[in-house]
């Protein structure tokens, strides 16, 4: 398998210089275009348009570049997603089948990423593996929010 996704070049994209303290949503998403912003294959969604359908096999994660991306499960809209934002982590995290649809809300340029560089990355830049983890972290507290 070839990577798509350029090899951070520096200790930098790797391991960004830390703060004290959590760094802010806003850090995490500027990290994540700077890692993703020269990927050699970027799909562009025109609105309405479907990324994954709930319940269909996953072998792709997606990183936003611009626009907005609706996910839902049946009827319900889970989150709305926008530029920086990660989506469809899940399926490489755990081989499971989707658990909700993707549909772009707005025009988006959008970087597929599969489990070879997912992992790359997961090796390669300690941060981007933080990044997956906080996303995930933050889906599972807002569901049981909703509890």
Known sequence: MSRLLPVPTSSEAAFPAMVPGILSREDMMEIALDLFK???ECRTYA????????GEPGDLMY??????????SESAVLNILSRGDIFGEMALVDDSPRSASATARTACEIVPVDRYNFLFYVEHSPFFALQVMSVMANRLRQQIGQL
Do not use: N, S, Y
Request: proline residues 5%.
């Open 38 to 40: 020269d990927a050699k």
């Open 63 to 72: 990183v936003i570049l611009d626009g907005e991306v609706e996910i839902r």
């Open 47 to 54: 609105p309405g348009e479907t990324i994954f359908v709930e």
